[in-house]
């Protein structure tokens, strides 16, 4: 893992300061296999804001986004991230030495199928850097995709593609997107299995691990590293699985986690929950890099669908559906839902819907507080007190 990461943002570095290569910022599921088959080196500004919030230094850095303006109610992976740019920091130059600064972009992609933040995110930096901004607007807040979504966000990713031949000096070529395409789809294949083998009794790995491994499967998708690194990770899972080898010892409980990971707690909440014999087996957020419908004999149609069917982006009745079927595939005693206060958008504690699953299936749930990068949202005692609470309610259960 470190050496693929390291290669990954040494090359881009390189890339953003080469004449010849074109570097491309893209949102986390935005069109990246586009931008790869054309020849950018592309970047994820989330993965490097998820960074800051591991570091435990995004909390810092977000009053200084604060101050130009964005409030420190929108995302704080946005606020973070500017406010990192705005103090000439990055976490890239002390894990990558050399590194000086994040790779300065030719053009910027986003899709707002995760959420609008990308768009005014990637907005700034298109004026600081003096770049070019295009993207995708997707549907939203739907309960079935149909053939009028898919045929409008097909036709959007075709319309990025005469500015993206300019700008990348390349042509596009359909064979490209399709060996692309086909490359994401496998990665896309084997980070399912990985995130499958926890519905083993007990799981071999937890959200947690699940939050470090996805990595390559973000910023690597569509090339032979992350499929190459899959393929191990699966190898060793299937290993532990053989020998009856669980993440959290004496597995007694098995938690479903909802909305965003709380990046500088990672490790802490890894331990409470070990302590209390209890493994988060699965998320929503892990399988948000899952793109079953790509299929390269069908490019442009069928990223519209996979992109489009993405659960943050659906009605609530669609995301109730999804629940009901990991609840029971992972064997899912209880839920945690975050609620993430700088991110209402993977947020799904705020319009009913636990109690709405409660009622219909009986599964049990606790909302914490928290986010995923602002640690002023979170409160240590408060959210541990929750937590075993919730783990006494199961047992009284
Ligand atoms: S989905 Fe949430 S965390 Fe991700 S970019 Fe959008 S607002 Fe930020």
């Known amino acids: 893992m470190k050496r693929i990461m390291a290669d990954y943002y040494y090359e881009l570095d390189s890339a953003a300061k080469s004449d010849d290569k074109k570097v491309a910022w893209c949102s986390s599921v935005g069109p990246a296999e586009i931008l790869r088959s054309l020849g950018f080196f592309v970047y994820f500004p989330e993965n490097h804001s998820a960074m800051l919030g591991a570091?435990?230094?995004?909390?810092?850095?977000?009053?200084?986004?604060?101050?130009?303006?964005?409030?420190?109610?929108?995302?704080?992976?946005?606020?973070?991230?500017?406010?990192?740019?705005?103090?000439?920091?990055?976490?890239?130059?002390?894990?990558?030495?050399?590194?000086?600064?994040?790779?300065k972009p030719d053009v910027l992609v986003f899709n707002t199928n995760q959420c609008r933040d990308v768009q005014d995110w990637m907005g700034w930096y298109a004026k600081e850097f003096k770049a070019p901004i295009i993207g995708i607007h997707t549907h939203r807040g739907l309960n079935k995709i149909s053939e009028v979504h898919v045929v409008s966000i097909a036709q959007?990713?075709?319309?990025?593609?005469?500015?993206?031949?300019?700008?990348?000096g390349n042509k596009f070529e359909d064979k490209e997107l399709k060996q692309v395409l086909s490359l994401s789809k496998e990665c896309s294949n084997l980070w399912k299995k990985v995130l499958e083998t926890a519905s083993n009794i007990p799981s071999p790995l937890t959200f947690f691990d699940g939050t470090i491994q996805m990595g390559p499967?973000?910023?690597?998708?569509?090339?032979?590293?992350?499929?190459?690194?899959?393929?191990?990770?699966?190898?060793?899972?299937?290993?532990?699985?053989?020998?009856?080898?669980?993440?959290?010892?004496?597995?007694?409980?098995?938690?479903?986690?909802?909305?965003?990971?709380?990046?500088?707690?990672?490790?802490?909440?890894?331990e409470l929950l070990a302590n209390l014999k209890t493994s988060i087996v699965a998320s929503t957020y892990c399988n948000s890099w899952i793109f079953s419908d790509f299929n390269s004999s069908d490019p442009f149609e069928s990223m519209a669908k996979a992109y489009s069917e993405l659960f943050i982006v659906r009605a609530d009745e669609a995301k109730e559906q999804y629940l009901k079927k990991m609840i029971d595939f992972f064997k899912i005693d209880g839920i945690i839902y975050h609620d993430s206060k700088t991110c209402h958008n993977n947020t799904n504690s705020r319009y009913g819907l636990p109690q709405r699953l409660e009622k219909e299936i009986g599964i049990p749930y606790v909302v914490v507080d928290g986010d995923l990068n602002d640690l002023r949202c979170l409160s240590d005692e408060q959210f541990k007190t929750n937590i075993e609470a919730f783990i006494e309610q199961l047992e009284e259960k």
């Not at 705005?86 to 990558?96: A, E, G, N, Q």
């Not at 959007?156 to 990348?168: A, G, H, R």
Request: charged share 25%.
């Open 217 to 270: 499967a973000v910023v690597l998708r569509g090339t032979q590293h992350a499929i190459d690194y899959y393929k191990i990770l699966l190898d060793e899972l299937d290993e532990r699985i053989k020998d009856n080898l669980g993440a959290v010892d004496d597995e007694r409980f098995r938690l479903y986690w909802d909305g965003m990971p709380i990046w500088g707690r990672l490790r802490a909440h890894s």
């Open 156 to 168: 959007q990713m075709k319309d990025l593609v005469e500015p993206l031949e300019q700008i990348s």
């Open 55 to 103: 570091s435990r230094v995004a909390t810092d850095l977000i009053p200084y986004a604060n101050a130009i303006g964005y409030s420190p109610e929108v995302c704080s992976y946005l606020t973070s991230d500017i406010g990192a740019f705005l103090r000439d920091f990055t976490p890239l130059s002390k894990v990558y030495p050399g590194i000086k600064s994040i790779p």
